[in-house]
């Protein structure tokens, strides 16, 4: 199971941290990754870290803005966001993938286990 936390209503140029807690099957993942789909458009990837050597990867439009990070104790990974825009507003969902490769791991057909998601709602 995954369970994503954290969204809310936040003004533009505000933070959010979103968390993403997984347990069970979906514990054999390599990679975790964060996705988000606004209204009327499709699901898109967003960030993504590897369990074991903390490899990370950021869509282009979140560079430098977001940052993504993993508790392996916890079992948790966690999406920093800063500096957010109206642009930014979504249902962020976490799902966990079992492959590690940049290129791969930026596609939902990677993954296999989704969380519910999250909305993340920003106000201009």
């Known amino acids: 199971q995954l369970q994503a936390s954290g969204g809310g209503l936040v003004q533009a140029g505000g933070s959010l941290r979103l968390s993403c807690a997984a347990s069970?099957?979906?514990?054999?993942?390599?990679?975790m990754g964060w996705f988000r789909q606004a209204p009327g458009k499709e699901r898109e990837f967003v960030a993504a870290?590897?369990?074991?050597?903390?490899?990370?990867y950021y869509a282009d439009s979140v560079k430098g803005r977001f940052t993504v990070s993993r508790d392996n104790a916890k079992n948790t990974v966690y999406l920093q966001m800063n500096s957010l825009k109206p642009e930014d507003t979504a249902v962020y969902y976490c799902?966990?993938?079992?492959?590690?490769?940049?290129?791969?791991?930026?596609?939902?057909?990677?993954?296999?286990?989704w969380g519910q998601g999250t909305l993340v709602t920003v106000s201009s």
């Open positions: 069970g099957r979906t514990f054999s993942s390599v990679t």
């Open positions: 799902a966990t993938s079992r492959y590690l490769a940049a290129t791969i791991v930026v596609a939902t057909t990677a993954y296999d286990y």
């Open positions: 870290v590897s369990w074991t050597a903390g490899r990370t």
